[in-house]
């Protein structure tokens, strides 16, 4: 039984289910109600005499008893009712009061009247019955009745959507009966089937509901046969062929394929396209005259008929068609590409390819007349529409080249009244060559027309012209009757006030912030230009299901005008973290269109549409990934999220894609609240509501919006969209004093820059708003209350003639930016130093502000943006608008509290690449260093500065107090504009304190605003801009339903709120966050909170470590996190503008000092359990066990920890420091000094020298942290400390074995002998001293440890080599980071200077060696003259090249005689020793040209070139090309054949180049070369000009400069003129260098010197040089680097 139900259940979908509506009348129409009337049976006559068959299905049981013109009380079990109520008419909502619910006549009459629905039926309750006129009584009964069904239908076992989404599930229930009572009636439902006219085909559920309901027809029968008692046997042999009947037609197409919805009846099709091989509904008979009726044609194909016998044939169909229409009264619809065969698929789409529509609509207008007699041919024209033409589809999604053409009927009472008409066909006569009108009249006969006069029998025709006469007469009537019974008054409904509620979420005005993510299908080309509204909301993204949208869609209506990235739902499903999704999508900067059906025009098939079943198997889980992470809490706020869906056409499928989306939507949202559907109509509406509710069970109803076309949606909310605070039309200064507009479009390119355009505030949007008077408040509170300043605060202060108060610093900066002199160099950095909250930012931004017309002035505003980045947009900025002329107006870029301005500037040289005139300003850095002491950093820095300081003076005391009494003008309370009163009371303590004080003392600490308070005073103490996420705030205190929130934080944190601040952060996504007013504000806070209320610093720090809703997702939790380990690890130090460096944070080292060692290794324990995967929390506490507590286990165990996390140099180097803190505290510990310690000593020492030398390999390949809040922007610097650290180590154990007990210093003898066994000439048993066992068991201890010993000096005099090398040859990128090169050359010359008196050679030493070995006494002098070298640090290259700083040449002369002796006197000359003697000729000839002891020029050359051909091209001695390059470059005038080596000089610059390359690449990323010569106008060892000759030169000129002006201006320091370029255009600096003359080719720079020899020469600066590679003369100094030769100040000729 089980397997024919299933059977059953599952045949073909072509069955021509109905509705009950349909079903329940025939298809006659009268003004009476449903009564078996006589005049009824009479209809039901004529309806058997046209079909040819009784109606049977009409009849129900027992009516023939029901005397006429009663109510007939039906059964109970005959209502035959949709299963959904949501879907029962007025008429079934009636039968089923008076036949079910027994309800009195009249009470049901009464709701018929009004148009009661089973729509209004589940929804309404008992008030609404009650006012409807329904007695309380009755009421209770149908609203309980109600609920009653509605359980049921949950429960009950009835039809639900199976998983397959297309085969219907086998019917519970569903007995036999005999063939011939069951296929009668079926076959008659399906044969008057009809389908609405507004849903167009009936959805997979409502198809299934339809089965459902042929079912229980079935039950009807086969309940009336069991009432006649049939018997078992006939009923069995009835089943088995009710089930061949059943489930073996093959006239219906399966399920399976693709249901497309039909064109709306007698509507435009602007959003109706039809799917290749989707099935569009059966064809049926007419059914209540308005549902239209179906027919479907195929027109013959181009290779079976001409085009005139194609267009002949579709104007018959059409005209015949029409016709029966006309006279049976009732709407139809031919469609022309629709399959009408039964057997191959009936109503499956085909489609025409069609040449032209033209030709089409021309033959319809053309021949309408030749088909209606001449009376009736306007009549036909009313009632016939012109031929539509819906696209096919294929069924990935793409557009085909196929059109299915439809022609609607609609015979209007008023039009055809009671007229019946003829239709005349040609009929061609192959013999006579002529044509013959036949008259026919046709009808409906169920499915098909037929012409009644086409019987040749005449008195049959006769029969049947008088039966259709009388029928017509009928159907007039109830065509008029229908009409006037359709005819619905007005809609008064409430779509546009639903639109706005749901739009604004309750507000006034759609918000500007509200991130909206929109959900869209294919939109008609036609209705595109009413989707202009997505360009004025801020689009997160686009989940787009149309592949062709970036062809013809709403990509490219979008894209226009806005940035839209294509994206793909696969580029959101990675490995990445959130915050470098977000930097690697541009996501909050760009809008991401995210095509989630692949796009036609893509070339990878990966990214092909699909069709809608290889969707679900292929990408479905790629939506899911996407809506996962589009709808992370950590990324978007829903209180601050909006979801458009927007429906162009009908989703007919429970599988659909976009349905799928919606699903995986409303499973991660939770809900439909942040939700906004935007349906076509209410037919696509209607089919999107049982979708949802079938699959979610939720009614979408209240968030859809149906009834408003897409103009007045578009309309309504361009209205309620916030009033713009930008200009409509922005401009850029350009030259000349023009001015270029910018696009929003193109400014959107540049994500990370805030542009200041020269219009910025004007005519705005906002100030012809009645709200504009609201916005100045706010934006003039906002900013005084501690807000970041904006363009807004300065225009307003211009526009009512109040001046905004500027610092006494203003106007030195203002002139540092435009010096009277100009710029010479193209990018400049200038720091302005100032306190925290002291309003250094604000001064920056208001000199930006008046300067926005002579620069082109941009704030950086996402500080998590890289160097690369920001250079790329600041040269677009710099070169918008311009095509090729000369000149540009300079950017001002500012930034905030920067780490490496240097690359930066850097960055943005390379990559200003642009034609441009040379020696021209592009950029100025403006940079705001917050820092704790201004001023030191002003003195210490070495660029251009100002700064500023919390204290004020006198003018601006007078100033801050004339702007408090302006403020109360427009101000309620000024006085709580606290961080403005700060400064009006200059900063001082007792006024904080007291505010504070008075506003914290009633905090509960206990409470969550407490904590959240702490939390924040905390933070906001110890991190410079920390902060935490509004939503996460809100969170935190209780805040719920935050999308609809009545309640905010500042209403719940109040009064405490008055000290706290909302504003946008624009790092790490964008989002509102909250943090208190000011940083001394939070500091005092802080206080407060451990000395009133008895809350201590480690306290707070347990409590936000234990609080696990700050690690839950929130907005801003990875800023947050890095945040709270920076408070935890981020240590002090000078060269970043702190006071002091310091062995931890501030906060370690707060609570070290007041609560004890305890709290700290509970704090830093318990971080270490959050933070499980952060290597530098363990990193602290080994740092905090080693460094305080001395407890070296522990220390261990923790650095070990952080080694096993994360393996970097600086982990590396505190394993090593532990080792050498745990040597030093076993020195210390130890009084006397006994062998095993020393055992205990030499262990530790050769551990921790194996960890040093860790951390130097893995310098070598150390990465930047992307994830380190403090210093993601600061360029590597390269890690020196395991070297530094490896020379203490090796220092100290020198110091313990060198001194007694081990040895006695005291007797030299002994001494020598030691050092002899350190430098390896003797081996340690030679240290025995047979009368001392003491000394013997330390020589057994140092035997076990001899290996390592004896490395110990090789060991650091190649260290000492690497700094002299690592010093000399490179300098920092950064300028800044100079200052602590300094430090770090002193502590190193300190250890040499300690080296040196170790292993010094004594007299004594010397005199017994001599003596000895009278025959080494050469050798012996060889090596003193290089220990006296050695000592000089004169011994290498490096040495030699610092001596270039020496003020007196005597002691360069004695070096050089030095190098004479051991070049002349050494029995084998090593090639290092060569190059070193020609280095000092060179040094000492920039020292003392006319000294004696100098080579000749031609001598040192021939030197070389010996070197250079023993040692080849490929030598590691970079330093020998080096002096081929300032020995042997070539003149003008020189003959270079005279000398090979000349002739090989470019193949030594390769090289050099590669030989540096190999040394000393890994620290490329944090240095660069230094050039200590430049190339001079002279010849000879003359022409080699040190970079100290230079500097001295401008020392001069800076000396005579600020004795004329009378002070010292920074323009005029020697740094200051090589950083702006200023330089190279001093006479003296002129005199001194020859410009050289080369070339651009391929954006390099080449020097040609006769023949072949040609030379490439390094840019300094990248950006010297144009794009477009064009090959251009340029001239340039040349200076020369261990990297090969470099050019500076590169002109090009034809510009000078």
Known sequence: MEAKEKEQASFPSSLSVKTYKSRDEPPHFSLEERTPSGAETARMDDKSQISGKTDDKNVRPGSAKSPAGEPQAQNVDDLALPTLMENWTTENVKDWLIGRLRVPQGIAQNLFDQAFSGACLVTFEKQDLLELGVPPAPAIQIVRQVEKFKRQSETSSGLRIPKSHYEPRECDGLKRLEIQEVSGNIDESMETETVSSDSGIQSISSTLFMLQEARNKIRSVMDQKSSNNSTSNSNSNSNSQLDSEVTGSSTLPPLKKPICEIRPFDKDNWSIFYTQNGILPPVAGPSNLLDPVHEYQLLPGANEASERETLFEFTKEVFCFAASCMNSRTNGTIHFGV????????????????????????????????????????????????PKFVRVYCEDGTASDKWVIEVDVVPTYSQTLEKTFYTLLSIESTEKKQQSKIKCLFVRDGPRSINILADTNPRKVQEEMKSVMEKVKCWASARKAAEEKNEKPPSQGNQGQRLKQLITRGREAFENSIQVILVTDR??????????????????????????????????????????NLHYPRMFDSQDSITATIEKLNLFHQTSWVFCNGRVNEESETDKPLSQSEWLKRRSGEINSLVSFLFKPDLLSKDKLLVIIILHSAVMDISSPILEAFCAIYRTLEGVDNMLCICKDSTVFNHWRQLIDCRCKEDITSKCIYELS?????????????????????????????????????????TVLDILCENECENTEIETQDSFKKFKIKSEEDFYRGGQVTWWNFYLSEKDNLPFISRDTYSELYDLITPVEGYTNPCFIINLFHHPGCGGTTLAMHVLWNLRRKFRCAVVKNNSATNQQIAAQVINLLTYGKQEQSGYKPVLLLVDNWDDVEDLKQCIMNVASVKKPHNQLLVIILNCERTRFPDESSRDSRTANVFITNKLSTKEKVLFSEKFEQLKDNHEKPETFYAFMIMTNNFSEDYITNVVSNIVADLDVTTQEGRLFSFLALLNTYVNGSCMSLSLCEELVGIRN????????????????????????????????????????????????????????????VDLLHCDKLYKSCMGKDFLVQTIQSMLVTRRRKEQGDDKDTFFSPVVEEIHETEGSDKIKDVLEKATLRFDKSATLPQALARYFCLREKDFKSALKWALDARSKKSNSYIADTVGQVYKGHLKKEIEDSEDLTP??????????????????????????????????????RHTSFNTSGYTGEIDVTMTVLDIITEPPVFDSSDSHKRDKMLQFLKGQHPVSSLNDSSNPTICQFVAVLRVHERFLVSLMPRLKEIFNYFESYFTYLKPRSLEKETADDRNKRKVSEHFKKYLQIFSISANEKASEKASKPNLSLRQEIVDQRYYLETKRADSFAGLLQHLNDKSPTEMEHILKKWQFVIEKSPTRSVSDTVNFILANIVLHSLKPSSTSLKKYEELVLLLNEALQKEGTHSKLTEMYYLSMLLMWPSKDQRLESLATHRN??????????????????????????AHFFLGKSDGLKRIVSKVKLDHILMSVSRQQASCSGQSSQQHKPHFLWQSGAAWNEPEIQKKLLRVQGHSEQGEIFVNYGGNLRMQVRPVYLGDIRSGYSREQVSFYLGFTMEGPVAYNVKYENEQ
């Not at 069609?354 to 009313?382: I, P, Q, W």
Request: with cysteine; charged share 25%; net charge positive.
């Open 1545 to 1570: 000089i470019s193949m030594y610059i390769t090289s050099a180049k590669k030989s540096f390359k190999r040394r000393f690449s890994y620290m490329f990323p944090a240095r660069s070369a230094i």
């Open 1042 to 1101: 935050a999308f609809w929130k009545q309640e905010s934080l500042d209403d719940k944190m109040n009064p405490y709120s008055t000290l706290m601040i909302t504003f946008t952060v624009e790092e790490h996504g964008s989002y509102q966050a909250v943090r208190l007013l000011h940083p001394m504000i939070a500091n005092k806070c802080l206080e407060v909170l451990t000395q009133r209320h008895n809350l201590s610093r480690a306290e707070i720090i």
């Open 710 to 750: 897409l103009n007045e949606i578009s309309s309504t909310i361009k209205k309620l969209k916030e009033p713009q605070t930008q200009s409509s039309r922005r401009f850029l200064p350009s030259t000349g004093s023009s001015s270029v507009l910018l696009t929003r479009k193109d400014e959107e390119l540049m």
């Open 523 to 564: 939109c008609h080309p036609d209705q595109l230009e009413h989707l202009d509204f997505l360009k004025e909301i801020k689009l997160f993204a686009v989940l787009e299901f149309d592949p062709e949208s970036d062809v013809n869609g709403t990509c490219s209506l979008y894209r226009r005008d806005r940035i839209g």
């Open 339 to 386: 399959n009408n065969q039964p057997e191959q698929g009936h109503g499956q789409v085909v489609g025409h390819k069609l040449t032209s529509f033209s030709k089409y609509a021309d033959a319809f207008k053309s021949h309408l007349s030749d088909f209606f007699e001449e009376k009736h041919v306007n009549t036909a024209r009313m009632c016939i529409r012109p």
């Open 1236 to 1273: 095993d310690t020393l055992d205990t000593i030499l262990k530790l020492a050769h551990s921790a020298v194996g960890a040093f030398k860790d951390s130097q390999e893995l310098a070598k390949n150390d990465v930047l942290d992307t994830h380190d809040v403090r210093h993601k922007k």
